[in-house]
């Protein structure tokens, strides 16, 4: 079975540049998670995903951040514009209804210059 | 809110040494709890789980028990290798809205 697929793997971008990764969750799972993991530090949720409908988007930067999980799969996250401080790596997972585990895809590591 | 500690590396073992990485966590109603461990260059990868008060999970020798009455579910190793070298994240996931909450992240380094 194949796990969470993300894209690219690396992206180096100049500040000011609007960026987009991409994340095909793992077949079935309905829950959806986009995480941003800081240098050091353990992920944080930007937002979720129940199918195509975003049921928690508190921590996202609405500014500048945006997602969408179009017919409940596949997913997109952007930044517009992408400044110094979103260098980080932008983390998707998925994970069936209820109380289970998550499952990470390996992650899109951003570096804006 | 919801939240996870977990202690602050690095931790630093020789091989065959005991590990314990300690976790608390305060969560409402009844979270699930895992632990979850980076490899260099690697995504997460689940290790282990618990869904509920006193459930043991274990995984690649390692062992961890969901203690309600002290909010812990604390990740033990009997003997670590040289491999176990990584990232381990405590993390829950609440049973109330489905949210899932990492601690910081502890690096454990082991010695030959």
């Known amino acids: 079975e194949a796990g969470v697929v993300q894209s690219p793997r690396y992206k180096i971008i100049e500040k000011k540049q609007p960026v987009a990764f991409w994340c095909n969750p793992i077949?079935?799972?309905?829950?959806l998670y986009w995480y941003l993991q800081n240098l050091g530090q353990g992920p944080e949720l930007l937002i979720r995903y129940e199918n195509e409908e975003a049921v928690d988007d508190s921590q996202l930067p609405k500014d500048r951040f945006s997602a969408e999980r179009l017919k409940g799969v596949d997913s997109t996250l952007k930044i517009q514009p992408a400044e110094l401080g979103d260098s980080a790596v932008y983390l998707c997972?998925?994970?069936?209804?209820?109380?289970?585990?998550?499952?990470f895809g390996q992650g899109t590591r951003l570096t804006v210059v | 809110g919801d939240s996870v500690t977990q202690m602050e590396g690095p931790v630093t073992l020789s091989e065959e040494a005991f590990l314990t990485i300690n976790c608390t966590y305060t969560a409402t109603g009844y979270p699930s709890l895992f632990w979850y461990v980076q490899y260099p260059g690697e995504g997460l990868q689940l290790l282990l789980k618990a869904t509920k008060a006193d459930d043991k999970g274990s995984n690649k020798g390692f062992e961890a028990t969901y203690r309600k009455e002290t909010t812990s579910f604390h990740l033990e190793k009997g003997s670590v290798q040289v491999s176990d070298s990584a990232v381990y994240f405590c993390?829950?996931?609440?049973?109330?809205?489905?949210?899932?909450?990492f601690g910081k992240g502890t690096r454990l380094h082991i010695l030959p």
């Open positions: 997972a998925s994970s069936l209804e209820g109380n289970t585990e998550a499952f």
């Open positions: 077949s079935g799972h309905n829950t």
């Open positions: 993390a829950l996931r609440t049973s109330i809205d489905d949210k899932i909450i």
